[in-house]
C-alpha cells in the first residue's frame, strides 16, 4: 500500500524510510526523496506532506527525515526553508541565542553592542566606550 514497498523477497510491505516517500501501490523502491522544505519521518505517501513542511527556525534539504535547527547567532521567520543559507544572521543590535530561533532572542543590553549574527546580549568584547 502507499506508504510502503516491497523489495523482491520481501516477506511483507516495508514502511517508506525516513527521508523518502512511497506514492504507490506494488512499489519494489521507494518513489523518491522528500522535497526540498519538507521533512519526511517515514511511511511518507508524498514527497510534499501537507503536515510536513520545514517550520520556522529551521531547514529542510532533500531528503530529510527531520528538520535541522537554525544555528547559533541566527533565526528565520520563514516556514519551508531548504538551506542553511535560508537562516539569517542575527539583527544588527539583537541577539540570537540558542538555535531554532524564528526571531531575535531580544535586544542587545545597555553598555555594549551587538553586530550582525550575535549569539549574546552582553558581549564582553562589544562594550561601548564610556
Known sequence: PPGNYCPAGSSRPLSCPAGMYCAAF???SPSGFCS???HCAGGNTAGEPADALCPAGSYCSLGSSAPVQCPLGTFSAARGNVNVTDCHPCSPGQFCNTS???SPTGACQSGFFCPSGNSVGDPAMQTCPT
Do not use: I, K, W
Open 100 to 102: 531554532g530561533l524564528s
Open 36 to 38: 526540498p522544505g519538507y
Open 26 to 28: 506494488g512499489l519494489s
